[in-house]
Nanobody
Framework: DVQLVESGGGLVQPGGSVSVSCVAS????????MGWFRQAPGKERDGVAA???????AYAASVKGRFTISNDNVKNTLTLQMNNLQPEDAALYYC??????????????????????WGQGTQVTVS
């Protein structure tokens, strides 16, 4: 079975930093495109960042320069480092995986429907 388990996040002050991580099992991790999405109450689940099997990464315009996505292909772990957090960054952050997606631009264009597998999410609160 495919399992994506998020951890990290929590409460952080505006301007602060926090990271979220995702440990994947049941997939050939190095061949997958991995992504982070976030969903605030009353809003859609929108893409934040993604990294594909070639190591290419893409970011939403709202987080570019503040967030960094990275892979550890030995530990099958995806990490999103979030700096200079703002109140609008507060959301439930979801890890996602897909075996076919590839990134061709630094501007993130993926939507929720593009990813096959999902974690349960981890909360980031900015206050």
């Amino acid at each position: 079975d495919v399992q994506l388990v998020e951890s990290g996040g929590g409460l952080v002050q505006p301007g602060g930093s926090v990271s979220v991580s995702c440990v994947a099992s049941g997939i050939s991790y190095g061949s997958y495109c991995m992504g982070w999405f976030r969903q605030a109450p009353g809003k859609e689940r929108d893409g934040v960042a993604a990294i594909d099997s070639d190591g290419r990464s893409a970011y939403a315009a709202s987080v570019k320069g503040r967030f960094t996505i990275s892979n550890d292909n030995v530990k099958n772990t995806l990490t999103l480092q979030m700096n200079n957090l703002q109140p609008e960054d507060a959301a439930l952050y979801y890890c996602a995986a897909d075996p076919f997606l590839r990134i061709y631009s630094d501007r993130l264009v993926f939507t929720r429907a593009d990813f096959q597998y999902w974690g349960q999410g981890t909360q980031v609160t900015v206050s």
